[in-house]
């Protein structure tokens, strides 16, 4: 089913959200798309924030979660918590392949460590998102990216057109900060991810090579694929990390 997405000027329309404050720029996603804007969740460290301004607006919101097939069993707990406090629409969408047969296949003997941590992203985390959307086929997305994660994310704008993925990706949190975060989520009483305690800052998938515990004075997504150049998991890029191409 292909969906009429409205021309927006963009350069306007981004003027104007920059002085807008995050829950705003939700209010005004679901003035302008209704019930064609989705979202998306990994259900991380402070994935409650953006969860909480978007029902608000809209109650029964799809929010689409990727299983890799290597998630945290904390992130599931996590998942459920949320959805049951908040009585989330939840669309997940699973790899295609068998966990243990992928690590078999793809010759990664050690399960705790990826060798080859781009293949594993296209086939088991990009390939999942590509078909929810092209399934779902939204005129818009809400996505929880900030400016301040990572350089690739400093020139991002609020409102983007993903000729990926055929819809606009609005960034409400774009220009937030930690400290926003967690007044936010203090003010609203918002969990974070039961991980944080334990020094997880940013999580994705389980393996050590993926994500890790951040230390003293590191910066929160140093966990993140540590020594590794890779600063994305690829659903926030331009091109789709494409499992045909891997």
């Known amino acids: 089913m292909s969906v009429l997405v409205p021309e927006l000027d963009l350069p306007e329309i981004n003027q104007m959200l920059e002085t807008r404050t995050p829950p705003q720029i939700v209010e005004w996603s679901g003035a302008q798309f209704g019930d064609e804007l989705v979202m998306t969740s ?3 460290a402070e994935s409650a924030v953006l969860l909480h301004m978007a029902v608000h607006v809209n109650p029964r919101i799809k929010i ?11 992130t599931w707990q996590f998942m459920e918590q949320l959805r049951r406090r908040f009585d989330l629409n939840v669309w997940v969408y699973r790899t295609r392949n068998d966990p243990i047969k992928y690590l078999h296949d793809a010759g990664e003997e050690d399960p705790t460590w990826r060798q080859d941590i781009e293949r594993c992203c296209g086939v088991n985390k990009n390939e999942p998102f590509d078909r929810a959307i092209r399934e779902l086929a939204p005129a818009a997305w809400l996505r929880g990216i900030r400016r301040d994660q990572a350089d690739t994310r400093k020139d991002r704008k609020i409102v983007e057109w ?8 609005i960034s409400p949190l774009l220009t937030w900060n930690s400290r926003q ?14 991980l ?9 998938c389980n393996p050590l090579s993926c994500t890790r515990a951040v230390l003293p004075g590191e910066d929160p997504r140093a966990g993140r694929w540590a020594g590794q150049s890779k600063v994305e998991c690829g659903l926030h890029l331009d091109t789709s990390l494409d499992s045909a191409k891997l």
């Open 42 to 44: 990994s259900f991380g």
């Open 196 to 204: 944080v305690e334990k020094g997880y800052l940013s999580i994705g």
């Open 162 to 169: 993903s000729k990926r993925n055929n819809c606009y990706a």
């Open 181 to 194: 975060i967690g007044q936010y989520m203090k003010e609203h009483q918002l969990p974070y991810h039961p």
């Open 64 to 74: 689409i979660m990727v299983d890799t097939g290597y998630l945290f069993p904390e």
